[in-house]
T-cell receptor
Framework: NAGVTQTPKFRVLKTGQSMTLLCAQDMNHEYMYWYRQDPGMGLRLIHYSVGEGTTAKGEVPDGYNVSRLKKQNFLLGLESAAPSQTSVYFC????FGQGTSPLHFGNGTRLTVT | GDSVTQMEGPVTLSEEAFLTINCTYT??????LFWYVQYPGEGLQLLLKATKADDKGSNKGFEATYRKETTSFHLEKGSVQVSDSAVYFCALTGDYKLSFGAGTTVTVRA
């Protein structure tokens, strides 16, 4: 049972480059989320989706875009990477809203922007 | 807005010691409260939760009680093991999202 799978696990970008992080879940969950984790700041919500074809902004959406074309996939894009986007990115999914059912997390993507 | 404050770490303990991690919250409504744990190299996973005042969540020897009067949800374990070394996050539901604390790193030495 794979759960939530994130690719890639590590990536180094130069300032101004673009990339897409892929999240896939095999639990048929409706809700999916992208978080970033920075030292001393906990997890902050970037974008989320409440179902296929829907996306919404979270707490820190600037500089990121997302798409949910298929229910099982949630893509996070960086169009022009900046050093401030150096972070560990986590994808998560849940069957219902965040207060009702637990979040299932992937193992994270460590991104460094130089 | 809704927020969570948890004690700063890192916390270093010996095996079989008692662990407490303090967590207090600010919320306008009646949030659900959670503790998530992150083991090295992994994503977060739910440790326990409580959905209303005076509820006690428990799992793997950990406990936390939802205290509305003190707006707290402190995590406790009576006898820690080396395998409990991890980062622990307190969280609450509020508005449209789950708000996390900054995390507390716990290291248990044999």
């Amino acid at each position: 049972n794979a759960g939530v799978t994130q690719t890639p696990k590590f990536r180094v970008l130069k300032t101004g480059q673009s990339m897409t992080l892929l999240c896939a879940q095999d639990m048929n969950h409706e809700y999916m989320y992208w978080y970033r984790q920075d030292p001393g700041m906990g997890l902050r919500l970037i974008h989320y989706s409440v179902g296929e074809g829907t996306t919404a902004k979270g707490e820190v959406p600037d500089g990121y875009n997302v798409s949910r074309l298929k229910k099982q996939n949630f893509l996070l894009g960086l169009e022009s990477a900046a050093p401030s986007q150096t972070s560990v990115y986590f994808c998560a999914s849940s069957s219902f809203g965040q207060g009702t059912s637990p979040l299932h997390f992937g193992n994270g993507t460590r991104l460094t922007v130089t | 807005g809704d927020s969570v404050t948890q004690m700063e770490g890192p916390v270093t303990l010996s095996e079989e010691a008692f662990l407490t991690i303090n967590c207090t919250y600010t919320a306008t409504g009646y949030p659900s409260l959670f503790w998530y744990v992150q083991y090295p190299g992994e994503g977060l996973q739910l440790l326990l939760k409580a959905t209303k005042a005076d509820d006690k969540g428990s799992n793997k020897g950990f406990e936390a009680t939802y205290r509305k009067e003190t707006t707290s949800f402190h995590l406790e374990k009576g006898s820690v093991q080396v395998s409990d070394s991890a980062v622990y996050f307190c969280a609450l539901t509020g508005d449209y999202k789950l708000s996390f604390g900054a995390g507390t790193t716990v290291t248990v030495r044999a």
